[in-house]
């Protein structure tokens, strides 16, 4: 897979606190997160303690966002990247855990995220010194190649002025004492789509309600109720039955979700 562009980026940016937490640093998540981007050699910074070029220009920098999709057995949890538009640039794949212990729950279910980064170095190019370059292109391992074919096999089966810091996870220091579900696809080959495909007859009708929307088929019956997030185009689906997401990719509506250990996806066909 390309990255190139990461290197449009000079920073990291890592929340002191991710939407997903009440607090501040929840879990240690904040500190482990950029604890990780400081071993891989990238410049990461905590969002607030700015040095002055980022100040200047907040498009030089790449923020992190943590989904996350968890219930009161398994952690899980994705790692996003949003420039200073908010477009999404890149996520992981999810990462999990099903440890009772809250700390070294995140913690294990961030490092499972972070496998999809193995391997990437960060080199910042300014778009200015990009003309007339190639794009540099980074080979991942073979773990995060393992999730694919894993991922594949499962559908086919149902049908980034650094603040001082310590170097252990536990006494990460910055200045203030303050700091869905996995999207990935299986690529389209000729004459198939990802998933199982959705029934043009199939057709679900989106209906505002209360932080986000309800899926009504032409019974009418409420199918799925959706709940809006950060990042455009993806909901989570707050079914009593079902824990999982409703994104967009290629112009179509996947639903992905977790039964009995193994992920799911289908495609929605959803009219708004």
């Given at each position: 897979?390309?990255?190139?562009?990461?290197?449009?980026?000079?920073?990291i940016?890592?929340?002191?606190?991710?939407?997903?937490f009440?607090?501040?640093?929840?879990?240690?998540?904040?500190?482990?997160?950029?604890y990780?981007?400081?071993?891989?050699?990238?410049?990461?910074?905590?969002?607030?303690?700015?040095?002055?070029?980022?100040?200047?220009?907040?498009c030089?920098?790449?923020?992190?966002?943590?989904?996350?999709?968890?219930?009161?057995?398994?952690?899980?949890?994705?790692?996003?990247?949003?420039?200073?538009?908010?477009?999404?640039?890149?996520?992981?794949?999810?990462?999990?855990?099903?440890?009772?212990?809250?700390?070294a729950?995140?913690?294990?279910?961030?490092?499972?995220?972070?496998?999809?980064?193995?391997?990437?170095?960060?080199?910042?190019?300014?778009?200015?010194?990009?003309?007339?370059?190639?794009?540099?292109?980074?080979?991942?391992?073979n773990?995060?190649?393992?999730?694919?074919?894993?991922?594949?096999?499962?559908?086919?089966?149902?049908?980034?002025?650094?603040v001082?810091?310590?170097?252990?996870?536990?006494?990460?220091?910055?200045?203030?004492?303050?700091?869905?579900?996995?999207?990935?696809?299986?690529?389209?080959?000729?004459?198939?789509?990802?998933?199982k495909?959705?029934?043009?007859?199939?057709?679900?009708?989106?209906?505002?309600?209360?932080?986000?929307?309800?899926?009504?088929?032409?019974?009418?019956?409420?199918?799925?109720?959706?709940?809006?997030?950060?990042?455009?185009?993806?909901?989570?689906?707050?079914?009593?039955?079902?824990?999982?997401?409703?994104?967009?990719?290629?112009?179509?509506?996947?639903?992905?979700?977790?039964?009995?250990?193994?992920?799911?996806?289908?495609?929605?066909?959803?009219?708004?």
């Open positions: 897979m390309a990255f190139a562009q990461f290197s449009d980026y000079k920073y940016v890592v929340p002191k606190k991710f939407a997903a009440k607090n501040e640093n929840q879990h240690a998540t904040s500190t482990l997160v950029k990780l981007f400081d071993q891989q050699g990238f410049n990461v910074v905590y969002e607030g303690d700015f040095p002055d070029d980022l100040n200047r220009d907040r030089l920098g790449l923020w992190v966002r943590l989904w996350d999709d968890s219930n009161l057995f398994v952690t899980r949890t994705t790692l996003a990247f949003e420039d200073c538009e908010n477009n999404l640039i890149f996520q992981t794949a999810q990462g999990r855990s099903k440890l009772k212990e809250y700390r729950s995140y913690e294990e279910a961030i490092r499972g995220a972070f496998a999809s980064l193995k391997g990437m170095t960060h080199n910042y190019v300014p778009k200015e010194k990009k003309e007339g370059t190639d794009a540099v292109t980074l080979n991942f391992d773990d995060v190649k393992s999730l694919e074919k894993e991922a594949a096999k499962d559908l086919e089966n149902k049908s980034s002025q650094v001082e810091q310590k170097s252990t996870i536990e006494e990460q220091l910055y200045k203030s004492k303050e700091p869905v579900a996995s999207t990935m696809v299986k690529k389209d080959t000729a004459g198939s789509n990802t998933g495909s959705a029934s043009k007859a199939d057709i679900l009708y989106a209906q505002p309600i209360e932080k986000g929307y309800q899926l009504v088929d032409t019974t009418p019956k409420v199918r799925y109720k959706l709940q809006k997030t950060s990042v455009p185009d993806v909901y989570l689906v707050v079914d009593d039955d079902k824990n999982g997401i409703v994104f967009k990719k290629d112009g179509k509506w996947f639903l992905q979700y977790e039964d009995d250990d193994q992920d799911v996806m289908k495609e929605l066909n959803i009219k708004f």
